[in-house]
């Protein structure tokens, strides 16, 4: 795989689990009204974009989490899957598509929102360019193994793969509640874009390669 970037290491993940716990703790223990401007000014709102014009938060919804467990596996996602990607990428390559596929799967998600009538819906949390690392992981490392639950071995693309069915089964049947299943998606579908464009691989043949 071709690396646009010269590579370089800066343990980058750990940046971000670092930043998305500085906000989760201060959005927790400064009060009421700090979460709530926290919430306000970081989550994507799409009627606070299209009425203020507030499309930082295309890129910020990703770093504002609503609670012990919306974090704690996010971060532990972004921790066991990104170091490994992060390390084949390098830490330039890596940030640029964490937080490239990410935004996209933001901008997406706030098209289906906004066409949809949901104008105050507040998006927030680091799923969909989990998603998209997740991807990654299966198709730089396919021959890994993941205890899902610490118990189920799977391929890494096995599970991708399944948890793609699983995120399309929540969005036809409406039965995701408030997770936002159409994110998590559009972080693979970028993913998946983003692997063909920038360096040249078909995700398709990693994944299904023996």
């Known amino acids: 795989m071709k690396r646009p970037f010269r590579y370089v290491n800066y343990n980058i993940v750990y940046w971000l689990i670092g930043i998305n716990v500085l906000i989760f703790a201060a959005a927790q223990l400064l009060g009421s009204n700090v979460r709530y401007i926290l919430t306000l000014y970081l989550s994507m709102i799409p009627a606070l974009i299209v009425g ?27 921790f066991i899957f990104g170091i490994h990607v992060e390390r084949q990428m390098g830490s330039k390559e890596f940030l640029l598509f964490y937080l490239l596929t990410g935004a996209l799967a933001g901008i997406f998600s706030f098209i289906v929102y906004y066409f949809t009538g949901n104008y105050v819906v507040a998006l927030m949390g680091a799923s969909g ?18 205890y899902i639950w610490g118990i189920l071995p799977l391929r890494a693309p096995v599970m991708v793969l399944g948890f793609t069915v699983l995120s399309l089964f929540f969005v036809i049947t409406g039965r995701g509640g408030n997770v936002a299943h159409l994110t998590h998606l559009a972080g693979f579908a970028f993913a998946w874009i983003y692997f063909l464009v920038r360096f040249g691989v078909n995700p398709w043949r990693r994944l299904t390669a023996r």
């Open 52 to 78: 203020q014009g507030w499309v930082w938060t295309f890129v910020t919804y990703m770093f504002m989490h609503g609670g012990v467990s919306h974090i704690l596996f996010n971060m532990l996602g972004l």
């Open 129 to 146: 360019a989990l998603y998209a690392v997740q991807l990654a992981y299966a198709v730089l490392f396919p021959d890994s193994i993941i």
